[in-house]
Nanobody, 115 residues
Framework: QVQLVESGGGLVQPGGSLRLSCAAS????????IGWYRQAPGKQRELVAV???????HYLDPVKGRFTISRDNAKNTVNLQMNSMKLEDTAVYYC?????????WGQGTQVTVSS
């Protein structure tokens, strides 16, 4: 069992930056693939970035070069640094952790990009 708590969402202007954090508890964090999904109003949830337990990362094409995911297995945290933000980045961002057939979700944090 894994409990996930996100923080760091908010309002930012286009071109600005935000840093999301997700703190995990309850299990051996480094065995999990961990990452971030987002869901904008009226749209399906989409995978933004993932840090695989083996060490590699994957990003949604529109955020490549702007977003960076990082994990600290010793602290059981995963962060998403978001730079050069665009209006279309507005969404609720969800942290998740997955191991085999089990997947756990955070409660979500709102990110709004607006001038």
């Amino acid at each position: 069992q894994v409990q996930l708590v996100e923080s760091g969402g908010g309002l930012v202007q286009p071109g600005g930056s935000l840093r999301l954090s997700c703190a995990a508890s309850g299990s051996i964090f480094n065995y999990y693939d961990i990452g971030w999904y987002r869901q904008a109003p009226g749209k399906q949830r989409e995978l933004v970035a993932v840090s695989f337990s083996a060490g590699s990362t994957h990003y949604l094409d529109p955020v490549k070069g702007r977003f960076t995911i990082s994990r600290d297995n010793a602290k059981n945290t995963v962060n998403l640094q978001m730079n050069s933000m665009k209006l279309e980045d507005t969404a609720v961002y969800y942290c998740y952790a997955a191991l085999r057939t089990s997947i756990y979700w955070g409660q979500g944090t709102q990110v709004t990009v607006s001038s």
